[in-house]
Nanobody, 122 residues
Framework: QVQLVESGGGLVQAGGSLRLACAAS????????MAWFRQAPGKEREFVAF????????DYADSVKGRFTISRSNAENTVWLQMSSLEAEDTAVYYC???????????????WGQGTQVTVSS
């Protein structure tokens, strides 16, 4: 079992920045691809970004490319999502996920956090 605990969500004005963190309980954190997804009210959960186990390979959704940065510390068992130039459309519940392969699909991630609310006011 892998437990993921997210933090850092909150209310921010449009154009502002917010940094989310996800702490993992597993001792084998270095083996997992880590990803962020988000889900707005009435919408499907959508891919935001992933980072490979080594941190070498990173992928972003087009909607956040250039504004969001995913990073990880294997020594701290933590993955971050730095969000800048936030827009009202970024408002959603953000979820941290862990999986065995690099993928954009929800189905490829076995472990999920509880989600943290991000609200961007305009």
């Amino acid at each position: 079992q892998v437990q993921l605990v997210e933090s850092g969500g909150g209310l921010v004005q449009a154009g502002g920045s917010l940094r989310l963190a996800c702490a993992a309980s597993t001792r084998t954190f270095t083996n997992y691809v880590m990803a962020w997804f988000r889900q707005a009210p009435g919408k499907e959960r959508e891919f935001v970004a992933f980072i490979s186990a080594s941190g070498t390979y990173i992928d972003y959704a087009d909607s956040v490319k250039g504004r969001f940065t995913i990073s990880r510390s294997n020594a701290e068992n933590t993955v971050w999502l730095q969000m800048s130039s936030l827009e009202a459309e970024d408002t959603a519940v953000y979820y941290c996920a862990a999986g065995g392969v690099r993928a954009r699909s929800r189905e490829r991630y076995a472990y999920w956090g509880q989600g943290t609310q991000v609200t961007v006011s305009s």
